[in-house]
């Protein structure tokens, strides 16, 4: 499509939140250029631009002509599949680009790979961003989160439609900043998706136990999460959860939830962010043990198999059938959710510190916490809280500590300690709290029995200790000793 003057930004990659974006950009007033390899989306988005008010979208079903449509200097945003499709199309675009031009990739990307390719692209002078967006379909299309990382010079070439772009939050302006240098924006991209992992576990584990131990229906579930909403839960996961209860099934009787096979996807993402953790020795178990359920999940076939096991033995679903005071339970999850989603934040939040520190970005995590309280999918109330929290003490070893979390964590402890018994009782798993828990109850404790562990491992392998009343190493003979003692019984 012809333009008379140029436009101000170009978009490839016209799935549906390639799509959504582009509209995004073209309703805050901006004129974008669109070009996807498969063309007939490049026209889908067209219409659908002239649809919903004729934003100023113009399609393009070559690169060349794309990429001249735009002024310099061009800034393109690419959203395509991670990995070598990105590869692929930074080659095609870059045979038309020239010194000074943008390219934005604003897929779910491994970090060094972002790094990669800003290196590869300076060699022939052009800027490089690999930026989060978080909020699915519907935040692409009327405001997101956005976490861009890497060339400085890029992000102010951007960010006058980035501001506009983003999800606004009253008191808080939009929600996208200048995460910091290299892969930094993917990479807290990622350990946000690790935190929702974390944060759609616990709330799994909340539905489980209100339904099979609390026996309480699909309607009560919707007017428990309607009313959590209004408190300190209030979250988008949390909204959506309690829209789910309502839905009823288009293609037979009741709710459909009850009709979606209970096996999760995944992208890698999660994956991810446990690695990074497990390398770093950042603990992180909330988000490692949502990442095993979902592998959990993927065995339906072999979990059918052995409910018929275990129910032969005796086992049944639920192995109690006890009588619940429905009232005191609800109270009782909403805290222990309360408290583990803490646990969950404060791992993600060591782990962004944790790579900052090793990569020298100079991440500030109340920012983090200011642009995710808008747009993406873990936007929460509790959010501004932790901003607070960091606003006090840039320095804060962990979210637990902070005065006013540690008081919480401390009100609602022994409502926590009833669920996880509860349900371990009763049979039913609940990894999640049950992991944010030990994670706290290990955190808070001044001694822990690692002392063993480490004496055990000098004993067999000489791997030396540090002692409590002594500085320095030391090393024992502890199999001749144990052997002279046993000998002389």
Request: glycine share 10%.
């Amino acid at each position: 499509m012809a333009v008379v003057q140029p436009t101000r930004i170009g978009l490839a990659g016209l799935a549906v939140m390639g799509q959504n974006l582009a509209l995004n950009i073209a309703s805050k007033g901006f004129p974008i250029s669109v070009y996807n390899r498969t063309t007939s989306k490049v026209d889908e988005t067209v219409e659908r631009a002239k649809k919903e008010g004729n934003l100023p979208v113009y399609g393009f079903h070559d690169p060349e002509s794309f990429v001249n449509s735009i002024q310099k200097p061009r800034v393109i945003i690419m959203l395509v599949k991670a990995g070598a499709p990105v590869d692929q199309t930074i080659k095609t675009l870059s045979a038309y680009l020239e010194k000074g031009d943008c390219i934005v990739d604003g897929g779910n990307e491994w970090y060094e790979n972002t790094e990669r390719r800003e290196k590869a692209v300076s060699e022939n002078g052009f800027l490089y961003l690999g930026m989060g967006v978080s909020g699915g379909e519907e935040g692409a299309r009327n405001g997101p989160a956005l976490m861009p990382g890497g060339s400085f010079d890029a992000y102010k070439n951007i960010e006058d439609i980035l501001l506009k772009v983003a999800a606004q939050v009253r008191d808080s302006g939009p929600c996208v900043t200048y995460i910091g240098k290299g892969g930094s924006g993917n990479f807290v991209k990622m350990v946000h998706n690790g935190i929702e992992y974390g944060d759609m576990q616990l709330i799994a584990e909340a539905y489980d136990v209100l339904k099979s131990v609390g026996k309480l229906s699909n309607e009560e579930l919707h007017g428990v999460f309607t009313e959590w909403n209004k408190g300190e839960l209030e979250s988008f996961l949390v909204e959506i959860t309690a829209d789910i209860f309502a839905i009823k099934d288009d293609k037979g009787d009741g709710h459909l939830v009850d009709k979606v096979l209970d096996k999760t996807g995944m992208k890698g993402t999660g994956k991810w962010t446990v690695q990074q953790a497990a390398e770093l020795s950042v603990p992180s178990p909330t988000i490692e043990s949502s990442l095993d359920a979902r592998f959990l999940s993927g065995l339906k076939d072999e979990r059918v198999q052995a409910a018929k096991v275990f129910k032969e033995g005796g086992f049944g679903d639920v192995l109690t059938d006890q009588t619940v005071d429905k009232k005191q339970l609800i109270d009782d999850v909403r805290k222990a959710l309360y408290a583990s989603k803490i646990c969950s934040y404060a791992q993600g939040m060591n782990l962004i510190r944790a790579k900052s520190m090793e990569k020298g970005w100079g991440l500030k995590l109340g920012e983090l916490a200011r642009i995710w309280k808008g747009g993406c999918i873990i936007r929460a109330i509790f959010l501004d809280r932790i901003k607070q929290a960091y606003d006090r003490n840039a320095e804060l070893a962990n979210l637990l500590v902070d005065p006013e979390f540690a008081k919480e964590i401390i009100e609602r402890q022994s409502a926590w300690r009833r669920v996880v018994c509860l349900s371990i009782n009763s049979g039913i798993s609940t990894p999640g709290m049950s992991a944010s828990l030990a994670y706290f109850d290990s955190y808070r404790r001044e001694r822990l029995p690692a002392n063993l562990v480490q004496a055990q491992r000098d004993y067999f392998g000489a791997h030396t200790y540090e002692r409590t009343d002594v500085e320095g190493s030391f090393h024992t003979e502890w199999f001749k000793i144990a052997r002279q003692s046993k000998s002389n019984m």
